[in-house]
């Protein structure tokens, strides 16, 4: 049974930083793509920040310079560390995973989400 469970979110004031977890299991955990993504009330789902299995990193436009993706393949833990945190920061923060096999996604697993608020 695949498991991708994130912690870390929370509240916290505007130019503070959080770093979320997300440790999966059920997984070939170096072979996926792990990204995290974020939703805010009545918006889309937009992706965050993602990390291939070569290492390879893509960010939001939005995130460049504060946000920062790592992978940790002998603990199955993809982090993302966030600074300079701004209101526009708030949403629910969701872990991906995604087995490419060329471009075609043949495996694609969520986790459910934590809330992160960023308010003074």
């Known amino acids: 049974q695949v498991q991708l469970v994130e912690s870390g979110g929370g509240l916290v004031q505007p130019g503070e930083s959080l770093r979320l977890s997300c440790a999966a299991s059920?997984?070939?955990?170096?072979?996926?793509?792990m990204g995290w993504y974020r939703q805010a009330p009545g918006k889309q789902r937009e992706l965050v920040a993602a990390?291939?299995?070569?290492?390879?990193?893509k960010y939001l436009e939005s995130v460049k310079g504060r946000f920062t993706i790592s992978r940790d393949n002998a603990k199955n833990t993809v982090y993302l560390q966030m600074s300079s945190l701004k209101p526009e920061d708030t949403a629910v923060y969701y872990c991906?995973?995604?087995?490419?096999?060329?471009?075609?996604?043949?495996?694609?697993?969520w986790g459910r989400g934590t809330q992160v608020t960023v308010s003074s």
């Open positions: 991906n995973a995604k087995h490419y096999y060329s471009d075609y996604v043949l495996q694609d697993y």
């Open positions: 059920g997984i070939i955990f170096s072979i996926y793509t």
């Open positions: 990390v291939s299995s070569g290492y390879d990193t």
